[in-house]
């Protein structure tokens, strides 16, 4: 079983900067696919940024050039540093790993959600 923990959520004030953590339980090689996702009150769930095995990035038109999606992949660890935040950023936001098996059967994993609050 994957286990996906997040960190570094909190309160910030509008134009201030947060790093998120992402710690994999297994080695984050073994996913073709690992990325943040948030959900803010009364809202769906949408893609914030994704990181390919690949090192391919995709971003939400709405955090494009404020927010950069890395990984330390001998702490199994992916980050979301997130910077010039306002309030819209408010939001749980969610680390999100894809895996595909030798059967060839897609594995979606999630973690826990950390909270991250934009208001002066």
């Known amino acids: 079983q994957v286990q996906l923990v997040e960190s570094g959520g909190g309160l910030v004030q509008p134009g201030g900067s947060l790093r998120l953590s992402c710690a994999a339980s297994?080695?984050?090689?073994?996913?073709?696919?690992m990325g943040w996702y948030r959900q803010a009150p009364g809202k769906q769930r949408e893609l914030v940024a994704t990181l390919t095995s690949g090192s391919m990035t995709e971003f939400a038109d709405s955090v494009k050039g404020r927010f950069t999606i890395s990984r330390d992949n001998a702490k199994n660890t992916v980050y979301l540093q997130m910077n010039s935040l306002k309030p819209e950023d408010t939001a749980v936001y969610y680390c999100?790993?894809?895996?595909?098996?030798?059967?060839?059967?897609?594995?979606?994993?999630w973690g826990q959600g950390t909270q991250v609050t934009v208001s002066s």
């Open positions: 999100n790993a894809k895996r595909v098996s030798v059967s060839n059967l897609e594995y979606d994993y």
């Open positions: 297994r080695s984050i090689f073994s996913f073709y696919a």
